[in-house]
T-cell receptor
Framework: DPKIIQKPKYLVAVTGSEKILICEQY?????MYWYRQSAKKPLEFMFS???????DNQTASSRFQPQSSKKNHLDLQITALKPDDSATYFC????????????FGPGTRLLVL | SQLAEENSWALSVHEGESVTVNCSYK?????LQWYRQKSGKGPAQLIL?????REKRNGRLRATLDTSSQSSSLSITATRCEDTAVYFC???????????FGAGTRLKVIA
């Protein structure tokens, strides 16, 4: 059974629209993260949450807003989508924030037209 | 320039051979992790090595860490076709908990 679920697997959006990427983890972890992976760039850290509290924000744009309704949920809302937002977005979790093993979800591949 | 980088963009070896991927970084770290990512999948952690450790093993995998030269290596022995993947190093900055990933080395194991 998958321990980290990301929905949807694929997402196509038009420029200017808004989408929400879903992430749920069933590992009992206290920390969750979002990463972005574009075609020609390294995996890029975006946010970290610990006990549902935002701890780190490496995303310059306020168009990206994480939302944590439950300890094991960390969704990512993206507004005013741009073609440059096209990437695969990975959710990850770890037991606690810090130098712990991070487990990654399968990713949501977003294409903005 | 990137804070973390692997020293090869792509490698190919024949099944059964050994291969080493190297990584360098440019800051003080708490730990360094090696990940593998197969096509269409999320990264999967292989080995975590903390700054006070010099070597860690996991089956056919061996990671080393040299904090004086700010470098790490991942060696894979007796490679198999299923080892074909992109291998990343990622480190955790001392003082914060943000992971920084290198661009990755694409390894192809040929039967």
């Amino acid at each position: 059974d998958p321990k980290i679920i990301q929905k949807p697997k694929y997402l196509v959006a038009v420029t200017g629209s808004e989408k929400i990427l879903i992430c749920e983890q069933y590992l009992g972890h206290n920390a969750m993260y979002w990463y972005r992976q574009s075609a020609k760039k390294p995996l890029e850290f975006m946010f970290s949450y610990s006990y549902q509290k935002l701890m780190d924000n490496q995303t310059a744009s306020s168009r990206f807003q994480p939302q944590s309704s439950k300890k094991n949920h960390l969704d990512l809302q993206i507004t005013a989508l741009k073609p440059d937002d096209s990437a695969t977005y990975f959710c990850a979790s770890s037991q606690d924030r810090g130098a712990d093993t991070q487990y990654f979800g399968p990713g949501t591949r977003l294409l903005v037209l | 320039s990137q804070l973390a980088e692997e020293n090869s963009w792509a490698l190919s070896v024949h099944e059964g051979e050994s291969v080493t991927v190297n990584c360098s970084y440019k800051t003080s770290i708490t730990a360094l992790q090696w990940y593998r990512q197969k096509s269409g999948k999320g990264p999967a952690q292989l080995i975590l090595i903390r700054s006070n450790e010099r070597e860690k093993r996991n089956g056919r995998l061996r990671a080393t860490l040299d904090t004086s030269s700010q470098s790490s290596s991942l060696s894979i022995t007796a490679t198999r076709c299923e080892d074909t993947a992109v291998y990343f190093c990622a480190f955790v900055n001392t003082g914060n908990y943000k992971y920084v990933f290198g661009a990755g080395t694409r390894l192809k194991v040929i039967a």
